[in-house]
């Protein structure tokens, strides 16, 4: 990828931001390609040293500042001993997957709870229009609002677990890729 | 977190207090039911005709 490339593609990565924080960043990155230029580099060599611009646009969205992604970028380029790659993936054997598999697991359970929940409901509040239930009728609506708030609850708990689940899984994903590519122990 | 979702964390909250006071009513009010139907029922009657039966197989 040459720097009108690979400036086109940080620069359609970077849309959402303000426009004079994309420009500055932008400006940035040309400095880098004319620093790198003058000292002998290829355009591509350049481009491959800063990386994906997906990537690089994720981490000023992030609001890091171009010093220091590329401290970070030299640190990778000096000496990546693979703990981090070592350490995704272990973790995620033991602990990640499963960690996701069981709040998945809760959020399908609480789904199906909420399911036989509107079920009950329905079946109690036929069986009242039905007449079926005559006598213990008090009872059977105490019941019944109960059901309601029980039913309320677990919508509340689904809209809020599958929105967090998405966002936290979103986030465990970048922390992954993060280690696997810079390591531990360096913000 | 978002004014929006903690709207709707106090919404969870309070339906999971009303579900478990209602839950507590509920069921008092099924045992005063099932306690009055018990103590109407005709217990000296069911087991009284089990046990006559019971003692003319014997006899």
């Known amino acids: 990828m040459n720097k009108t490339e690979y400036l086109n593609r940080l620069s359609n990565e970077l849309g959402h931001m303000p426009y004079g924080d994309v420009k500055d960043i932008m400006q940035s990155i040309e400095e880098h390609f004319d620093e790198g230029l003058s000292e002998g580099r290829s355009e591509e060599e350049i481009a491959a040293g800063l990386g994906d611009p997906k990537e690089l646009a994720n981490e000023f969205k992030d609001g890091a500042k171009f010093n220091q992604i590329m401290k970070k970028r030299k640190k990778v380029d000096n000496g990546r001993d693979g703990t981090g790659r070592i350490f995704v993936v272990v973790f995620n054997i033991f602990v990640g997957v499963a960690m996701w598999l069981v709040l998945l697991a809760a959020i399908i359970a609480a789904l199906c709870i909420l399911g036989v929940d509107l079920g009950i409901i329905g079946v109690i509040v036929a069986s009242i229009i039905m007449g079926k239930i005559t006598e213990f009728i008090v009872p059977f609506i105490f019941l019944l609002l109960t059901l309601i708030c029980v039913a309320i609850f677990l919508v509340v708990i689904l809209i809020l677990g599958i929105k967090y689940y998405g966002k936290g899984l979103k986030a465990y994903i970048r922390w992954n890729r993060h280690v696997w590519n810079y390591g531990l122990g360096e913000d | ?59």
């Open chain 2, 1 to 59: 977190m978002k004014k929006g979702d903690i709207k709707l964390l106090i919404t969870g909250a309070i339906a999971l207090f009303m579900a478990c006071f209602l839950g507590i009513i509920t069921l008092i009010v099924f045992a005063v039911k099932l306690g009055g139907k018990a103590m109407e029922y005709d217990w000296k009657g069911a087991f009284g005709n089990s046990c006559s039966t019971n003692a003319s197989i014997e006899d």
